[in-house]
């Protein structure tokens, strides 16, 4: 596009387009790509947050009988730890890169609704600093990322921390939705001439339907901690056992949102990996309708599985029954991607840059999750196995191991689109490594430790072989994990100064992002190549050697 | 395909009804696990609120009409139905203050047992979701005495409506759960 465009052909960083140097025009924005990038930089601030948290946690465990902290500090920690990684930092990274690229991936020059998009952000922004202001308003919230009731009563709980945990959920909550529904309209009305659903790239298609999860599934929670609070704040009785109300009722509500939440943070990782993978093994992604339709298979089986949180709370067997079954049949369309991305790279021809290295080992580990998952499906497993380690193992599988290892890759990709600088290989490739032998150790030696009977969220545990060792190793291989985001920083700050210039395509993608300049420029493109398949920029590359795809 | 801001609208609701289907349901469940049945055919004056009802229930009609004769030019008229909707939002506004004061006095409130903590969040989210519709039904009308340069779009004037007939729709579910249970 840019030889059609001599005033773009300047943009190499961000710092040519001019509309974006001031503070304000960040603060004041309503353009896609500030608004994305804004959402990615405090999520990874963010990161780093629930980062120490972490690290505190693991040098508490690091021996048995510790007294490094408090048990209620610890409490404090793993809640606030768990809260920001989910609420904080996964959501907003995932609505960052969905508000940058989908726009641009659609060929449209904004969101449908630029200001809700940017009130969307300053919701989370505020939402999350009003979280953390509760460490200095009487104490953090206490009752773990899931809040249990009765543990947020007030008789259980008196800091204002869970007051604080549910406002400020409540506050993110909306501009979630808004995003969400920001999403969708931008998709189904804003679509270039010629782009029909169907050949939408992936990424968007995921996040299409992973904004349908969003508006759906955050007014659950947002219901159960509007019942929270009136319980705190008006001494209602919802989830209080002592006036007739029922723990369960939270449970059932927190989880009703809860498991869609976990594929709304997935699904959009799956999006990032169907882009990496095909562009970097040269090849079209095998099976485009078993992937879209799996993602649909995915978002409406979601809303139906939350009782596999709840098989320990002695509910009726026949429930059981059915929620273990609905819970294994989702293990069918996530089988369905990863052998799709498999067989993708299956004869491709492969290059294994550092955004490819992160998706496969994305591959890998996200089976390892899905497969602790489908174990836990099994109800004797999940009673034998359930609030241990074994389920802090599972979780970071999924979520770091695989969500955030998409992340990455997506970063690595898209990192020369949104800056116009490439990341160092160099460099990238000893983050990737260290990242991959920090997170195994820490968290795989978790599986070993939940089998042997140490429950999850104990602050301190005796000296029972194998316990102290487990959690040594995973306590030092957690420092490698630091060590490994350190990197990555470093990385980012080198590569912003000094990094090899992009250009406007520099890995070959097929899709309209890269048709533009990098940074593409505030209107986005100058004139959108026409769409005739799901490879717009394939098609016009060999459209000039006069061949028709 | 949809316009916009009705698409938008229709999805910001289907969001709001599982918000309220939850709170529902949290009354449901409780009205079958306790005592809340018989304490709510005690507490509550059926006759008077099916009264207020019928003035939410018919600003729906009202704000239709408007509708239609702003597309078809009639201005005056237009605001004229505008203004008798936002009255009928209004008096279901007094009714529902005038039936919690009572229930106040009889000494229902949130915190005494399970139906005044279901009762009060299910039907003051809804009463909330009216005022807030009465803002924006403020606005339109605003709007309209400004005159042609400032006159609300269609759009606007349709996604307003669809909202103000989404709560009219969730509180013919609220009645009849919460006032008709014990007739059927």
């Known amino acids: ?549 | 395909m949809m316009e916009r801001n009705k698409m938008g609208m229709t999805l910001f609701l289907l969001s709001e009804a599982v918000f309220f289907l939850l709170l529902i349901l949290a009354y449901a469940f409780y009205h079958t696990s306790g005592e809340l049945g018989k304490q709510a055919a005690n507490a509550l004056d059926v006759v008077k609120s099916a009264l207020f009802s019928v003035a939410l229930l018919s600003s729906s009609v009202t704000l239709w009409q408007a509708h239609v004769c702003l597309k078809s030019g009639g201005r005056s008229q237009a605001r004229l139905w505008l203004a008798a909707t936002i009255l009928l939002g209004l008096i279901f506004l007094v009714g529902q203050g005038t039936e919690y004061s009572h229930l106040l006095r009889e000494h229902v409130t949130i915190s005494r047992n399970l139906f005044g903590t279901t009762f009060f969040t299910l039907t003051g989210f809804h009463g909330l979701h009216v005022a807030v519709g009465l803002a924006l039904l403020l606005i339109l009308l605003g709007l309209t005495e400004l005159g042609t340069a400032h006159e609300p779009t269609s759009s606007a004037m349709e996604a307003i409506s669809l909202y103000w007939h989404f709560v009219d729709g969730v509180w013919v579910v609220i009645f009849s759960v919460v006032y008709l249970w014990e007739y059927v």
């Open chain 1, 1 to 549: 596009m840019s030889k059609e465009s001599p005033t773009n052909r300047a943009i190499n960083s961000l710092a040519d387009i001019k509309e974006y140097r001031s503070m304000l025009s960040w603060i004041t924005s309503v353009d896609h790509k500030q608004i994305g990038i804004m959402y990615i930089v405090s999520a990874f601030v963010f990161f780093l947050v629930g980062l120490g948290l972490a690290l505190a946690m693991r040098i508490q465990l690091m021996v048995p009988v510790s007294h490094f902290m408090s048990p209620g500090t610890y409490n404090q920690i793993f809640t606030m730890h768990g809260t920001t990684m989910v609420f904080l930092m996964a959501m907003p990274l995932l609505f960052g890169f969905s508000v940058y690229f989908v726009p641009l991936m659609i060929g449209a020059r904004d969101m449908a609704f630029p200001r809700l998009n940017a009130l969307g952000y300053w919701l989370y922004l505020f939402g999350a600093l009003m979280m953390y202001f509760s460490f200095i308003a009487g104490g953090a919230p206490d009752a773990g990322w899931f809040s249990y009731a009765p543990l947020t009563e007030r008789g259980y709980s008196s800091s204002p921390g869970i007051d604080y945990w549910a406002l400020s959920l409540l506050v993110m909550g909306a501009g979630s939705v808004a995003t969400g529904i920001n999403l969708i309209v931008t998709v189904l009305t804003l679509r270039t001439p010629g782009m029909t659903l169907t050949r939408t790239p992936l990424f968007v298609w995921m996040i299409f339907f992973n904004a349908f999860l969003v508006i759906l599934a955050l007014p659950a929670l947002n219901a159960a901690l509007v019942m929270i609070l009136a319980d705190r704040q008006l001494n209602a009785h919802f989830f209080s056992p002592a006036h007739g109300g029922s723990a369960l009722l939270w449970q059932n509500y927190f989880w009703l949102f809860g498991h869609p939440e976990v594929y709304i943070l997935v699904l959009p990782a799956f999006g990032v990996i169907s882009e990496v993978i095909p562009v970097f093994s040269r090849k079209v992604i095998y099976g485009y309708g078993f992937m879209a339709a799996s993602t649909v298979a995915i978002a409406f089986l979601s809303y139906g599985v939350w009782i596999h949180h709840m098989f320990a709370t002695g509910l009726s067997y026949v429930i059981l029954y059915v929620f273990a079954g609905s819970s294994m049949l989702i293990a069918i369309p996530t089988g369905i991607k990863i052998f799709n991305w498999i067989a993708t790279m299956w004869g491709g021809s492969i290059r294994f840059t550092t955004a490819m290295l992160f998706a496969t080992a994305f591959l890998i580990q996200f089976t390892v999750g899905g497969l602790s998952g489908v174990a836990f499906a099994a109800i004797p497993i999940d009673w034998q196995l359930t609030d241990s380690y074994f389920v802090v193992a599972h979780i970071h599988y999924v979520l770091l191991g695989g969500t955030l290892f998409a992340m990455f890759a997506g970063t690595y990709y898209w990192f020369p689109k949104v800056t116009g600088r490439m990341l160092s290989e160099k460099i990238g490739k000893l983050h990737f490594w260290l990242m991959v032998l920090g997170f195994n150790g820490t968290f795989f030696g978790m599986h070993l430790l939940g089998v042997a009977g140490m429950p999850r969220r104990a602050y301190t545990y005796l000296d029972r072989p194998p316990l102290g060792t487990l959690h040594l190793i995973s306590s030092l291989f957690a420092f490698v994990l630091a060590l490994a985001i350190l990197v990555f920083l470093w990385n980012v700050v080198r590569s912003l100064r000094k990094g090899e210039v992009a250009g406007d395509n520099p890995w070959g993608g097929w899709t309209l992002e890269w048709a533009t300049t990098s940074p593409p420029p505030v209107e986005n493109f100058d004139r959108v190549p026409p769409v005739r398949g799901r490879r717009p920029l394939w098609d016009l590359a060999h459209k000039k050697e006069g061949g028709q795809p």
